[in-house]
């Protein structure tokens, strides 16, 4: 197992606003909102006919909530390709869904003020639920046009080879 130093010189905790998504080996461009990386445990409750009014709580089954992922709309095709492999509209008899390889492993990072590296996350099989292609459009607004792509996953872990990095510092010339 990974031992982990700690900077006894930080004190802040990571910020949430740097951060990068890849799959098939390359940065996804432009992915401006990654929803929380969530586990859900259900609670089994039992109770022995002579135990007293009140019942045990053990665990049991874990589940992954979905990861919605967000980008401005560009002309980079990433989102409606991998949508397109779940389900290909128009597709023949044999060639509506690419069962060989519709489902990916992605890794999110997440990036000091810096842009070190400072925490990585595997998200295992992964297949796209729900593509929106296009938001609603309205002539009165002032925003950028946003797709989604929400990521079905079978779990998720911490990359521990991540070492907290050595942060740097400058000299200032006096």
């Known amino acids: ?22 799959w098939d080996g390359r ?19 039992h109770r022995d006919g002579g135990d007293p009014s009140t019942s045990r709580k053990s665990p049991g089954r874990s589940k992954y909530e979905a990861i919605t992922l967000e980008r401005g709309v560009t002309h980079d095709l990433e989102f409606e390709r991998w949508a397109n492999k779940v389900w290909n509209f128009g597709g023949t008899n044999g060639g509506e869904v690419s069962l060989a390889d519709f489902r990916k492993d992605v890794i999110i990072d997440v990036f000091n003020e810096s842009g070190q590296t ?30 989604t792509l929400k990521l079905e996953n079978e779990g998720w872990e911490r990359d521990l080879s991540v070492a907290e990095p050595a942060e740097p510092a400058f000299n200032n010339p006096e």
């Open 118 to 147: 400072v925490l990585s996350y595997f998200v295992y099989r992964c297949w796209v639920s729900e593509y929106q292609a296009l938001p609603e459009f309205d002539a009165n607004a002032n925003a950028v046009a946003i797709q």
């Open 1 to 22: 197992m990974a031992q982990f130093t700690v900077n006894p010189r930080r004190f802040d905790p990571y910020k949430n606003f740097k951060f990068r998504i890849r």
């Open 27 to 45: 940065y996804v461009a432009g992915v401006s909102k990654i929803s929380a990386l969530r586990r859900t445990t259900e609670v089994v409750e």
